[in-house]
Each structure stands twice: as structure tokens, then as C-alpha cells.
């Protein structure tokens, strides 16, 4: 899937997963929906051109290229069911122990939504690499000042992650099989549906960004400061 769809789909899948997420109020909330939306961008880490690989040039190019390389290559490693969320929710843990590596991580998944969802975003700032770290790491420190710890940070990895995953199975080109394709490189696929078909644009993004509104209407209490005016406009007519 194209890096919008997974960006949208990780979304949706945030705050619809919020009744269950160790998360309270709504700026932890809202984290918990912006870290699984960006974190729905990570698998990408695999391969060089990315657009996880060009968000912030050299500090993101050079471990892509290594994570490539340790993982078997584009949509291996990185896209195993079972083995990629542990190891990325594994190194989620140990950086959510401390303040400034739970800072890189929250800056990350907003670097990444706001590059995957440049087309709905006016101007290019969040596009640059100097405009993109100066927001990304203004947003993470504004939500990491006004919220609790993130000790959900490795969960919302592992939602973002398989969520990515999910989506690239019902490609072509699929996913790996889950563990067993490291004796035999087999790959699974759901759909015969190719990435960035006019399904995907016309269909599936419009479809994920419903479902991203809805879940955050009926899963937080953005609906108690809209539902006065609701009724008004409701009155009025």
C-alpha cells in the first residue's frame, strides 16, 4: 500500500483500539492515534527511498539501509506478523524507560504522519528534513509536557506495525510468512490487489479517514464540545 494508506489505516486502527489503550485524556489520547498512524509508516525502515528512509536524510537513510540488510530485505524481516512487533515493541520498551528516547520515538511517528500525509496538508514545511524535525520534535515535546509518561509506546508501535502489515497482505506482493519464511522464503497474500490502484485512492482512503472521525467521535470526548453547537444548528433548523 502506498505510505498515505498506511499512514490513514494506523490512524483509524488508533482510535479505534482507544477503549483499550493505557492511555487517559485527551492529549494522551490524541498521542496514542498520532504514534499509531506514524508508527504504521515503520516496516519502511527496510529499504532505502522510503519515505521512512528520506524524512530526516542521513539520520534516517543510514539505519534504513542497515535494517535492510539484518532483515532479508524489502518486506521480510520487517513484515513478519509475529517477529516484527516483538522486536520493535522489544525496542520500544527499553526507550520508554527514559525521557529524551521516548522523545525520539514520539517525533518519529509524528514525522512520519506528517510526511505520509503531506497531500492533505497545506505547504511543503513538513516535507523538508529542517522542516519536518523542528515539527515533529515541537510536537512530540508539547505532548510528552502536557501528558502522562508514554509507557504505551511499545503498544502503539505494535498496533502501528501490524496494521502496516495487515495492509501490504492484501497486495501482491504480500508479506512474509509469519517465522517459517526464514527456512523458506514463501510469501503470503490475501487480494490480488496492487499497491496504489485507484481502489486504494478512491476506496480505501477516504475510507480509513471515515473511520479515523468516526472512532475519534464516538472514543473521546471531542463530541461533548461539539454536541452544544449540534444541537443549535439542530434547533435553528
Not at 142 to 149: D, I, K, V, Y
Not at 176 to 194: D, G, N, Q
Amino acid at each position: 500500500m502506498l505510505g498515505h494508506s498506511h499512514a490513514l489505516s494506523g490512524l483509524a486502527a488508533g482510535a479505534a483500539t482507544l477503549p483499550w489503550a493505557p492511555v487517559h485524556g485527551t492529549v494522551a489520547q490524541m498521542s496514542w492515534i498520532a504514534a499509531a498512524g506514524g508508527f504504521a509508516m515503520l516496516p519502511d525502515l527496510d529499504h532505502r527511498g522510503s519515505t521512512v528512509s528520506d524524512m530526516w536524510g542521513p539520520v534516517t537513510d543510514v539505519p534504513s539501509g542497515l535494517v535492510g540488510n539484518v532483515t532479508g530485505g524489502h518486506r521480510w524481516g520487517t513484515h513478519d506478523a509475529v517477529l516484527a512487533p516483538l522486536a520493535l515493541g522489544g525496542l520500544a520498551i527499553l526507550a520508554a524507560d527514559a525521557y529524551w528516547s521516548s522523545l525520539l520515538l514520539m517525533a518519529l511517528a509524528i514525522g512520519l504522519a506528517l510526511r505520509a500525509l503531506h497531500f492533505v496538508i497545506p505547504g511543503t514545511t513538513e516535507t523538508t528534513i529542517v522542516g519536518n524535525i523542528v515539527l515533529s520534535w515541537a510536537g512530540a515535546w508539547w505532548l510528552l509536557e502536557h501528558s502522562p509518561a508514554p509507557t504505551w509506546l511499545p503498544w502503539a508501535v505494535a498496533l502501528g506495525v501490524l496494521t502496516h502489515i495487515a495492509g501490504d497482505a492484501l497486495t501482491t506482493a504480500g508479506v512474509p510468512f509469519p517465522v517459517l519464511w526464514l527456512l523458506r522464503r514463501t510469501r503470503i497474500a490475501f487480494s490480488p490487489m496492487r499497491t496504489g490502484t485507484v481502489f486504494e485512492k478512491v476506496v480505501l482512503v477516504p475510507l480509513f479517514l471515515a473511520a479515523t472521525v468516526a472512532f475519534i467521535w464516538i472514543n473521546t470526548d471531542i463530541r461533548d464540545t461539539f454536541d452544544p453547537i449540534v444541537d443549535r444548528f439542530v434547533s435553528a433548523g
